[in-house]
C-alpha cells in the first residue's frame, strides 16, 4: 500500500495498522478501505500468521512488520500496556496518533530521554557551592564554613558561639569561608592545642 499526505482523507471512524508503536489509519487512505483484517490479509496476497501482516508499503520489495488492529475510532496509545514513550516523557493522545516530550531535566526526542547536566555552564549554585546533578535535577551544597541552602551561601563565624573550636588559651580570628587559632602570648602551639606558658 502506498500513502501519500495528499491522499489523506479525516475521518473519525477509521481503522488501524499499527508498526511497533505507530499507527497507520487505513480507513481514510483511498486506496485501502479495507474493513477486516482478512480483507487486508486478502488484498496484499501475503501468507500472514495470526494478526500480523507483512505489508510492502512502497511496493518496492521491502517489507514491513504489521499488526492488524480494527478497532474503530482513536485508541489512547499513553494508556496502553507498552512504553510508546521514554519513562522520563510525558505522552500526550492525539486522534490517530500521540505525542513524546521529554520532561523538565531531560532533553531528547520523546521516546529517547537522557538526562541534563545542570550542572555544566550557568546553574543557580552561590558561586561559594558545589553543584551536584541529580536524575532530571541538580542540587546545590554549601562549601565548609558557610551556611544556606545552596543557592544562598553566607559566611560562618566559627568563633561565636559555644562551640570552641581553638583552645581556651587561644584567640580565635575568622577568616572568609574558616578560621585561625593563634595561641595567646606565653603559650605555644597550633591554636588549637596550646601549651602553658613559657
Same mark, same amino acid.
Given at each position: 500500500?502506498?500513502?501519500?499526505?495528499?491522499?489523506?482523507?479525516?475521518? +473519525?471512524?477509521?481503522?488501524?495498522?499499527?508498526?511497533? !508503536?505507530?499507527?497507520?489509519?487505513?480507513?481514510?487512505?483511498? %486506496?485501502?478501505? /479495507?474493513?477486516?483484517?482478512? %480483507?487486508?490479509?486478502?488484498? %496484499? +496476497? #501475503?501468507?500472514?500468521?495470526?494478526?500480523?501482516?507483512?505489508?510492502?508499503? /512502497?511496493?518496492?520489495?521491502?517489507?514491513?512488520?504489521?499488526?492488524?488492529?480494527?478497532?474503530?475510532?482513536?485508541?489512547?496509545?499513553? !494508556?496502553?500496556?507498552?512504553?510508546?514513550?521514554?519513562?522520563? /516523557?510525558?505522552?500526550?493522545?492525539?486522534?490517530?496518533?500521540?505525542?513524546?516530550?521529554?520532561?523538565?531535566? *531531560?532533553? +531528547?526526542? +520523546?521516546?529517547?530521554?537522557?538526562?541534563?547536566?545542570?550542572?555544566?555552564?550557568?546553574?543557580?549554585? =552561590?558561586?561559594?557551592?558545589?553543584? !551536584?546533578?541529580?536524575?532530571?535535577?541538580?542540587?546545590?551544597?554549601? =562549601?565548609?564554613?558557610?551556611?544556606?541552602?545552596?543557592?544562598?551561601?553566607?559566611?560562618?563565624? %566559627?568563633? #561565636?558561639?559555644?562551640?570552641?573550636?581553638?583552645?581556651?588559651?587561644?584567640?580565635?580570628?575568622?577568616?572568609?569561608? *574558616?578560621?585561625?587559632?593563634?595561641?595567646?602570648?606565653? *603559650?605555644?602551639?597550633?591554636?588549637?592545642?596550646?601549651?602553658? !606558658?613559657?
Amino acid at each position: 500500500m502506498e500513502a501519500r499526505p495528499d491522499n489523506f482523507q479525516p475521518d +473519525g471512524s477509521r481503522f488501524y495498522m499499527r508498526r511497533f !508503536k505507530g499507527r497507520t489509519p487505513l480507513g481514510s487512505i483511498p %486506496e485501502l478501505p /479495507a474493513s477486516s483484517c482478512q %480483507e487486508i490479509k486478502l488484498s %496484499e +496476497g #501475503k501468507d500472514s500468521i495470526s494478526k500480523k501482516y507483512w505489508l510492502d508499503p /512502497a511496493n518496492v520489495g521491502s517489507s514491513n512488520l504489521v499488526y492488524c488492529d480494527m478497532s474503530l475510532g482513536d485508541i489512547d496509545e499513553c !494508556k496502553s500496556s507498552n512504553d510508546v514513550c521514554d519513562k522520563n /516523557a510525558n505522552c500526550s493522545n492525539t486522534v490517530g496518533f500521540y505525542n513524546c516530550t521529554c520532561k523538565e531535566g *531531560f532533553t +531528547g526526542d +520523546g521516546h529517547s530521554c537522557s538526562d541534563i547536566d545542570e550542572c555544566r555552564g550557568n546553574n543557580s549554585c =552561590h558561586v561559594n557551592a558545589t553543584c !551536584k546533578n541529580t536524575l532530571g535535577s541538580h542540587v546545590c551544597e554549601c =562549601h565548609p564554613g558557610y551556611s544556606g541552602n545552596g543557592q544562598n551561601c553566607s559566611n560562618i563565624d %566559627e568563633c #561565636k558561639g559555644s562551640n570552641k573550636v581553638c583552645d581556651e588559651n587561644a584567640n580565635c580570628s575568622n577568616t572568609v569561608g *574558616f578560621y585561625n587559632c593563634t595561641c595567646n602570648e606565653g *603559650f605555644t602551639g597550633d591554636g588549637y592545642s596550646c601549651s602553658g !606558658k613559657i
